[in-house]
């Protein structure tokens, strides 16, 4: 059986591992986009490394683009066989991948108007909306734990990984020959002890584990604090400065782990009397898939809800969707706080609400999650005096804050105790992926100090025989 990996090798985003076995039988685990390297990622996405024609399953892990988001471009270019995830990821890629589609055609609508402008020929997208549609027909839900049978070579189930909703953690048992190969990929691990999802469940013993490496060099700080730093960063900026908050965050997860976490504290009284806008129309669809999924929800919020049935919204909390809207917020005077897509602020309405605030002392933006290195997020996080907003030049004069706690991925002692199921013994190799090489360098020895042996970092595109 060959094991090739094809994306997240020595990186964060662009998650695709390839497994051929022996008799011919092709799984891609993820089929993820490559984020956030500006004038590279366009290429790096085009340029799979597979024939889409050739793929006769797709499993993925959970819905976020850097996992699933080029789904619609192999189907474009001759996918047919049959993606398998959880029910809730299904839902949320119906969604995600069709909004992934529109920013594709804006982005190279406007794109195209620079090339008219220098005599060159338009470029295509590559996908459409249409397409993320049309896709959609190859997914089938498979329930968490439920065996499911692949194609007479495998067998599936899927694990509960904690880290967004209908998150993933992939088992398989693969013939090969006379033996069978358990591998295991953990997709993206959450954190224990949150606020909505249930914590990362054990998966059966693996010969063979792919994972993931985001903070292995990283200790995040108790999610108690996040919910006092929230309040604090809203009453610094909303209640003295009399500015505007702008939170960037991705649309599913984060977004909901900020709403719940003003609901209660509005709920507990200590929430200043400021309106609170949810700017992101991914974001609030995303909410009410959530609201259909409470199966994946853990006991706090359970709990919660028994008092307060609707975790995801309070009286001073508006969901916005028209555009002009969303226009109106930016020549508003008065505090507020302001939600929007995307965290690395990249794309989205998070964008317009930058250019139109950073330059000004008393807004606050509210770091909550991971930027990769060459996005603009990471850019404006890491102190940069001006920035590059839609090709103007704005000054940084806006304050800086971040919630590193809010993260939803697991920390390297999170992660430790998430594979704490299996017996080191019987573990044969780890391959780390998803993660800067010098972070994955950093976790590989905390790994091998911890006991593990064999714990490798693959390269891009290499392919190893198991």
């Not at 020595?10 to 986009?33: A, N, P």
């Not at 995040?220 to 500015?243: F, I, P, R, W």
């Not at 959530?290 to 307060?308: A, P, Q, T």
Request: aromatic content about 8%.
């Amino acid at each position: 059986m060959k094991l090739s990996f094809l994306g997240a090798a020595r990186e964060v985003t662009g998650s695709k591992h390839l497994i051929t076995t022996k008799k011919g039988l092709k799984i891609l685990l993820d089929c993820g986009m490559y984020q956030g390297k500006g004038l590279e990622t366009d290429s790096m996405n085009r340029d799979l490394g597979f024939d889409p024609s050739a793929i006769d399953y797709i499993i993925l892990s959970h819905a976020h683009i850097d996992h699933s988001g080029l789904i619609p471009y192999i189907y474009k270019l001759g996918f047919r066989g049959t993606v398998l995830c959880t029910p809730a990821t299904r839902d949320l890629c119906a969604i995600m991948l069709a909004d992934a589609g529109r920013i594709q055609e804006s982005d190279i609508h406007t794109f195209n108007k620079k090339r008219k402008a220098q005599g060159e020929e338009p470029v295509e997208p590559i996908y459409t909306e249409k397409d993320a549609q049309d896709c959609l027909s190859c997914f089938i839900s498979v329930p968490y734990r439920k065996p499911f049978d692949i194609g007479g070579e495998a067998e599936l189930q899927f694990y509960d990984a904690g880290h967004i909703l209908g998150s993933s953690c992939v088992f398989l048992k693969i013939k090969d020959g006379r033996r069978t190969i358990k591998l295991g990929f953990t997709g993206d691990v959450g954190r224990y002890d949150k606020r909505i999802l249930k914590d990362p469940e054990p998966f059966p013993q693996t010969d063979y584990l792919i994972m993931e490496s985001t903070y292995g060099d990283r200790l995040h700080t108790s999610l108690d604090n996040a919910e006092q730093e929230l309040l604090m960063a809203v009453l610094d900026t909303c209640a003295k400065k009399k500015g505007k908050l702008i939170i960037p965050s991705f649309a599913i997860g984060r977004a909901q782990e900020i709403i719940y976490a003003l609901d209660r504290l509005e709920s507990s009284k200590m929430l200043p009397g400021v309106d609170v806008y949810v700017d992101s129309p991914l974001s609030i669809n995303a909410t009410h898939i959530m609201k259909l999924h409470d199966e994946c929800f853990g006991s706090e919020i359970l709990d919660y809800m028994k008092e307060n049935p609707d975790p995801f919204g309070f009286a001073r909390l508006q969901y916005v969707q028209s555009v002009e809207a969303s226009k109106a917020l930016n020549v508003r005077h008065k505090p507020c706080v302001i939600i929007a897509a995307s965290g690395m602020m990249e794309a989205g309405r998070v964008k317009h609400h930058l250019a139109n605030h950073i330059d000004d002392p008393t807004t606050t933006i509210l770091c909550v999650g991971y930027c990769e290195p060459k996005t603009l997020g990471a850019k404006i996080m890491r102190g940069d005096k001006s920035v590059s907003i839609f090709g103007h030049i704005y000054p940084v004069r806006a304050e800086l804050r971040r919630i590193e706690s809010l993260s939803g991925h697991a920390d390297y002692n999170e992660m430790i105790r998430y594979i704490g199921c299996q017996d080191k013994k019987k573990v044969k190799r780890i391959f780390l992926v998803h993660g800067e090489r010098e972070v994955q360098d950093h976790f590989r020895s905390t790994l091998g100090a911890e006991g593990w042996k064999r714990v490798e970092i693959p390269e891009f595109r290499q392919e190893i025989e198991l």
